[in-house]
């Protein structure tokens, strides 16, 4: 790194910084809005808070949040898992054709790369016809449950194929020379090799849907308003409220704190830099 | 059979096989739509061998080893181990154990825990396999770093564990993939004297493949030199060495000067470089050999006075290699030939380029190959 | 009967779908045919409640192309030059922001640079929703920034920098920014400096040499930026519809308003059908361009 010199580092660390600055600016400034004099309350005050822990509404919301991202990820965790390992372990190593080769990977980048508008109202077209028709799947808790495993298994995949094509592929052949039938193969190799990536991708999973809206909008109900929804109908009502600010704030707290606690806790496990997932 | 049951004493239907004896026969491995990786390879290996399969890279000898694993199934013949048929048993029911080139220790136990996983997938008991397992380190000094991570070892360490992980299962043959191709070049040969010492002591058929002639020579009781998915020559070390059959054997394993022939009757014949003495019965042999050791040279003034195969030549190149001296020295007749001379007291002297020489081919040394 | 090769192939086909075939079968059932079914959707007339209805027509694509019950409109084709001008324009921004905070990450100690490339996307992880609204919060025209520009006579006093074309700018820049840093980081870490040692002596400015050896190395993760903030900014719903007004509309908004206020879908779905053709094309000509300079996509399937 000496190929920098000091000068260039002193310009780049001048940029850098205000940069950092403006990134958490706007978080921070929710979070001191949070603790505004509001009408009967002067002085910097948590009754925003003491409101939103009252609030049935919010509340609810919080449930159906939890829910979604809780249910969501884990079948979005076990499918993405299994095309992870399938695609690393099964796929030829060289072209495979377009049905083994091609078609498989196309497929899992398709709802990474769809604007999520476009993700959102081809799913609430679909939902409306499929109910129309068979009286199934009424927009709700599930029909967004189903559009968040859509879009989070592929990132999960994306997480398990990255370790697995890590690995010394030999591994897999030494178990079952070891003895290890298939099934043992993946209870005592595949799963522990994974772990790490399972932990993530349920994390990731979980991250995923906590931050989507978009898909969310569209494909909820008039019963299944969650976090985002709520804020985002809110303020579409009535604007900026100090409590507002205050579930902000809590939102971003938690969403810091997880990933903070995750990223130092297998910080010592894996030395090798990563690189975190945006979500 | 049982899932997961291992047949360990050969199968009562042949009790006549010993264990750990390889029978190959006609054994074919087509890799899609092109020619044979394997090519009818017929091969009999005897329990407690040491057999080395030699050949370059790509010549279908990590292959053959795979289809004797069972990580891959031959498109035709038969694999016979321990007298047992193997057509129908999968890899993880052999009695096989492999050392891969790449170790492939697993990533997520400790140097204990991956001695113990084979002797855990079936089903041996905790404080057995515990028994088993530090007896296997001990025997190969591994105990001070038993609860080291894969990650955490060196080369040499990591050969000894993929080692032990194999042996401590009681296999009835080991397949060792270039296990020594990583490492340096004295921790290779310190390994190599431990190796071989180790398959002595507990008999075991070891099946060993390398591309490196010299590991070759030192380790095997056999060797069997491949290329183009067929097997070229099997034999003892010393016989494949002395008496190659065909003209790759010969250049694989050795320096060799090799030379077409045209029979001129009488035990004579006619090479590049003069009319050759050749003790061996030519018949329809068109190729001779002589290895560069079995070459006298001389000075020019002392060559000995009538005898056959005398060529007087000037040297071109000396390369001095430590033990020995390797020269390179073209003929009065034309063409070049090789010599190798061991730089003990006994040698007469070593030369320089540009000397004048003579060198002997005695009739006896010379070899007659296939081409 | 094929040759052993081929039926170990044929075992490993099989495995293969037995285990991604669930996830990759969800993905085509819940996503590419409900996909298909919306471009169809396009082909139809619409009905008096906005839903698609026979005969099939391409009265929607006239409707996008601006011709109406009242004439020709320019709105449409504004509304998709403004979008793909947001989107380029927050991309370059992005561009501009990302390769000194990458630089100044790879030039510290391998150990602190884990934790400040953390710290560059750990904000990308709160819900889009509530960024977007902290920047409501900053820009309105009661917040103090707005206040220093009217102040200094940027804006007219008593609006806001918010709603507008230039606080969606904002907005799309600050969501997307971690896009940027993500892949250029990946392609500044693995550099080769030797090559920036070996060009120092060649090139005479500062410029020349970044531009000659450290950008080459850097433009594969630079063209994966570039697919990863442009697309989801071109296409983006939240940002312009909580900081833009009607005057900093964009097709997000637009395509979504045919299914919610006013619907007609058949048009919803054509709009939906232009989103999706300038996402195709920008897709193919970045990786085109990538494949065309090698770029290494590392671990990706």
Not at chain 3, 239 to 245: A, E, S, T
Request: hydrophobic letters at 50%; glycine letters at 10%.
């Amino acid at each position: 790194m000496n190929a920098v010199p000091r000068r260039i580092r002193r310009v780049l660390a001048g940029i850098s910084l205000p940069v950092y600055l403006l990134l958490y600016a706007p978080l921070s400034v929710i979070a001191i809005f949070s603790f505004a004099p509001s009408l009967g309350h002067p002085g910097p005050n948590l009754a925003a808070y003491g409101m939103l822990l009252n609030d049935p509404e919010v509340l609810a919301a919080l449930r159906r949040s939890l829910t979604l991202a809780i249910g969501s990820a884990v079948l979005g965790t076990m499918l993405g898992t299994l095309m992870g390992f399938g695609l690393s372990r099964f796929r030829p190593a060289k072209g495979g054709g377009f049905w083994v080769g091609t078609l498989p990977s196309l497929i899992i980048y398709l709802p990474i790369i769809m604007p999520s508008l476009v993700f959102g109202i081809s799913e609430l077209i679909f939902f409306n016809f499929v109910h129309e028709y068979t009286g199934l799947l009424s927009a709700g808790l599930l029909t967004m449950g189903i559009a968040h495993v859509t879009f989070q298994a592929p990132y999960v995949a994306l997480v398990v194929y990255a370790r697995l094509a890590g690995l010394d592929p030999n591994l897999f052949e030494a178990s079952q020379d070891l003895y290890a039938n298939a099934v043992k193969s993946f209870v005592f190799l595949t799963i522990p090799v994974v772990r790490p990536a399972l932990i993530g991708g349920f994390l990731l999973a979980i991250t995923l849907s906590i931050d989507d809206f978009t898909i969310s909008f569209f494909t909820a109900g008039p019963g299944s308003v969650t976090l985002p929804i709520y804020i985002y109908s809110a303020i579409a009502r009535k604007g900026s409220s100090p409590e507002i600010n205050a579930l902000g704030s809590l939102m971003i707290a938690t969403v810091i704190g997880v990933a903070l606690l995750y990223y130092f806790v297998t910080r010592h496990r894996e030395r090798s830099t990563r690189i975190p997932a945006v979500a | 059979m049982m899932p997961g049951a291992v047949m360990m004493p050969a199968g009562p239907e042949k009790v006549t096989a010993a264990r750990g004896a390889i029978s190959l026969s006609h054994i074919t491995r087509i890799f899609a739509g092109s020619i044979p990786a394997v090519d009818h390879i017929d091969l009999e290996i005897q329990a407690g061998e040491f057999f080395t399969l030699l050949g370059p890279s790509g010549c279908g000898k990590t292959t053959l080893l795979r289809m004797i694993a069972g990580f891959e199934t031959p498109d035709e013949g038969r694999i016979v181990i321990s007298g047992r048929e193997m057509q129908d048993v999968p890899a993880h029911q052999r009695a096989v154990n492999t050392v891969f080139q790449s170790y492939a220790l697993f990533p997520h136990l400790n140097v204990e825990q991956n001695i113990g996983f084979g002797l855990r997938m079936r089903g041996v008991r905790k404080p057995e396999r515990k028994k088993r397992v530090d007896a296997m380190m001990e025997l190969l000094q591994i105990g001070p770093f038993a609860a080291r991570n894969a990650g955490q070892l060196s080369g040499g360490q990591r050969q000894r564990v993929a080692l032990a992980r194999a042996l401590v299962n009681e296999p009835e043959v080991v397949l060792l993939d270039e296990p020594l191709s990583a490492l340096d070049a004295k921790l290779r040969a310190e390994l190599q004297i431990e190796l071989l010492r180790m398959q002595k002591r507990l008999g075991m058929t070891f099946i060993f493949v390398t591309h490196d002639q010299h590991e070759a020579l030192v380790m095997s009781d056999r060797i069997g030199v491949m290329s183009n998915g067929r097997l070229q020559q099997v034999g003892p070390v010393l016989d494949v060495y002395e008496k190659p059959r065909n003209v790759f054997v010969a250049e694989f394993l050795g320096l060799s000067n090799i030379w077409a022939i045209e029979p001129l009757g009488g035990g004579m014949a006619a090479a590049p470089i003069g009319v050759l003495k050749i003790a061996a019965v030519i018949g329809v042999a068109r190729m001779a050999m002589i290895r560069p050791e079995k070459i006298w040279i001389y000075n020019d003034t002392h060559a000995p006075q009538g005898r056959e195969n005398v060529f007087p030549g000037t040297v071109r190149e000396a390369i001095y290699m430590g033990a020995s001296t390797q020269y390179r020295i073209e003929l009065g007749g034309g063409g070049f030939i090789l010599a190798l001379d061991t730089n003990n007291q006994a040698a007469e002297r070593s030369w320089r380029p540009g000397e004048a020489v003579a060198v002997e081919l005695k009739p006896e040394n010379i070899m007659l190959v296939e081409a | 009967m094929g040759t052993a090769a081929q039926g170990e192939a044929r075992s490993r086909a099989w495995r293969l779908w037995i285990t991604s075939g669930p996830g990759l079968f969800w993905i085509v059932l819940f996503l590419l045919i409900p996909s298909g079914v919306m471009l169809g959707i396009a082909f139809f007339t619409n009905s008096d409640f906005g839903s698609p209805v026979l005969p099939l027509s391409l009265d929607s694509f006239s409707q996008v192309a601006g011709y109406g019950i009242l004439g020709w409109s320019g709105a449409n084709f504004t509304v998709l030059l403004r979008s793909l001008l947001q989107a380029g324009v927050a991309t370059s921004v992005t561009i501009l922001l990302a390769y000194p905070l990458v630089f100044f990450i790879v030039t510290r100690p391998a150990s602190l640079r884990p934790v400040l490339l953390l710290f560059a996307i750990v904000p990308s992880w709160t819900n889009q929703v509530v960024r977007t609204y902290a920047w409501m919060e900053l820009l309105n025209p009661f917040a103090p920034v707005s206040h220093v520009a009217q102040v200094l006579g940027i804006i007219p006093p008593h609006l806001g920098l918010m709603p507008g074309n230039f606080a969606v700018l904002v907005g799309l820049s600050y969501n997307y920014l971690p896009y940027m840093v993500v892949p250029l980081y990946a392609a500044a870490e693995k550099l080769d400096w030797t090559l920036v040692e070996a060009g120092r002596d060649l090139y005479a400015s500062g410029a020349r040499l970044f531009f000659n050896t450290v950008f080459p190395q850097t433009l594969p993760g630079l063209l994966s930026g570039i697919i990863l903030v442009g697309i989801p900014a071109f296409g983006d719903y939240v940002v312009p519809q909580l900081l833009g007004g009607d005057k900093a509309m964009m097709l997000g908004s637009l395509i979504a308003d045919q299914f919610t206020f006013s619907p007609d879908w058949p048009y919803g779905a054509a709009l939906t059908l232009i989103m999706l053709v300038f996402t195709c094309i920008g897709l193919i000509v970045f990786r085109r361009l990538t494949q065309r300079l090698g770029g290494g996509e590392g671990a990706m399937l």
